[in-house]
């Protein structure tokens, strides 16, 4: 699990309001971070955090008693034998490990919880929070494990708990609901229709705003809006409660493409969600020039720096995230500043001029002769999303531009072209694809992916979810996984 999918889980499983999972280490990866190799950062660092948060998670459940109740099905006291520990085992250990434990499992941590009685000298409530503690240390309920036997169904598919896994850590980023748990036992989301009705049912419940923020927030970037920070010397609109303004907005954006019905083919020209926090930063918009995601400020904001506009970055967030196009600099290229690029010191006041010098570098004009007129279009925007004719220092704004042949005046000239080319695209589909398999695309992917395209059409979300859901790749295993 990813930290944000522990958090989640816990919350779930446990009822707790503990975040452990903000404190575990951090490890780089690039694209989706579900999609790194758990087993190849497992630190010791992170180990111990695992244990100590087993252990606070444990206390924290015990010591609260709604939580307790979650737990204690039944009273361990009564009864001279085990036979109400071994029910909550195998009722805690159902959710905790997303999947029956076997019989072997459930005899393992039986002889636990009668050592924490004999050999520990706990209290019948003591033991079970012991084998509890013993639970959540496990890999079984640490990583997404899909070893269990095929369904009946078909060779190599997904029995119906593993399918429960993947359909409730892809929308809610947590464990699966007793709906799901009890689909799953009774062999329910092995055909199309029972997958696409439980899709509707996850995407309608509060939880799915986990897809919007892990995601949306991962495939284009808002997740990171928190830790962003804007110059607000030079902006004093911004502070923290626009921030938050700026990351409901765009979360509420994404919504109106997957459980509001809105086509993705408007992605680039929908009316932007109302918000009153954000007045100030609509407040000098002419009419017409605001539409769409590129000009919603948390994408404004987020590609920008805390001082200045980045036409580079702009641009190459739009053809690296919404085309999937890979804008790698030139190898062994050192890039300078744009302040340093004419060696001139000093803050940068007009972003155009400056990076006319990067293209006079040949090193540098043949990314910049791609990315500048993208960026370029979104000039009139400041690093808060705010609307401008003139740079601080009083030189008018040029948004100017050609792409692909087309000379526009701004952004909103611009749009047509990328709308044109998004519908030949299929990085929505690839996206998606990766973030719900847990990784990259690779080999028979790509007639998948052009396959899952064509039949999705540019509909909503939501329908793509379903048409990435009932394919086989998500349904079976992939050849040489273990089983």
Request: aromatic share 8%.
């Amino acid at each position: 699990m990813t930290a944000s999918e522990y958090n989640s889980t816990v919350a779930h499983l446990l009822g707790t309001s503990l975040r452990p999972a903000d404190g575990f280490p951090a490890f780089g990866a690039k694209g989706f971070d579900a999609n790194v190799s758990a087993l190849s950062n497992l630190s010791q660092v992170l180990v111990q955090g695992y244990y100590d948060a087993a252990r606070d998670l444990a206390e924290d459940a015990f010591s609260n008693e709604a939580q307790r109740a979650k737990i204690l099905v039944c009273d361990p006291a009564q009864g001279a034998d085990d036979a109400c520990a071994r029910e909550i085992i195998e009722r805690f250990g159902l959710r905790a490990f997303r999947r029956p434990l076997d019989a072997a499992e459930v005899d393992r941590y039986a002889a636990q919880y009668t050592n924490a009685r004999t050999a520990l000298e706990m209290s019948p409530v003591q033991a079970v929070q012991h084998v509890v503690r013993t639970l959540l240390t496990s890999p079984h309920f640490l990583l997404r494990i899909e070893l269990g036997p095929d369904s009946a169904r078909s060779p190599g598919a997904l029995n119906g708990y593993e399918v429960a896994s993947r359909l409730s850590y892809l929308l809610w980023s947590s464990l699966p609901d007793d709906e799901l748990f009890d689909a799953a036992e009774a062999d329910e989301l092995a055909t199309e229709g029972e997958l696409e009705a439980q899709v509707d049912r996850m995407l309608a419940d509060p939880k799915s705003a986990a897809f919007f923020q892990n995601f949306f927030g991962q495939w284009l970037g808002t997740r990171t809006l928190p830790s962003h920070n804007a110059d607000a010397t030079r902006f004093p609109s911004w502070n923290n409660d626009v921030k938050d303004a700026m990351l409901d907005q765009v979360n509420d954006y994404f919504a109106s493409f997957t459980t509001g019905g809105r086509p993705w083919s408007e992605f680039l020209t929908a009316p932007h969600p109302e918000s009153k926090l954000l007045d100030p930063v609509y407040a000098n918009d002419p009419e017409g020039k605001r539409e769409g995601f590129l000009t919603l400020p948390a994408f404004l904001t987020l590609s920008s720096r805390a001082d200045r506009t980045s036409p580079t970055s702009r641009a190459k967030t739009i053809m690296e995230q919404l085309f999937c196009v890979p804008m790698a600099p030139p190898a062994n290229v050192d890039i300078p500043e744009l302040g340093s690029a004419g060696g001139e010191e000093g803050p940068v006041l007009n972003v155009r001029q400056e990076l006319e010098k990067h293209r006079a570098s040949p090193d540098c004009a043949s990314c910049h002769n791609v990315l500048d007129p993208i960026g370029l279009s979104l000039e009139n925007f400041d690093p808060i999303g705010a609307y401008r004719t003139a740079y601080p220092n009083g030189d008018p704004i040029d948004a100017t531009g050609v792409y692909e042949g087309v000379a526009f005046e701004d952004i909103s000239g611009l749009v047509p072209a990328l709308m044109e080319a998004a519908r030949s695209g299929t990085c929505p589909s690839e996206q998606l694809f990766s973030y719900a398999l847990r990784r990259r695309p690779s080999g028979d992917d790509r007639t998948r992916i052009k396959d899952i395209t064509a039949r999705w059409s540019g509909g909503t979300i939501a329908d793509l979810v379903k048409q990435v859901v009932i394919g086989e790749a998500f349904r079976l295993r992939a050849k040489g996984e273990a089983r």
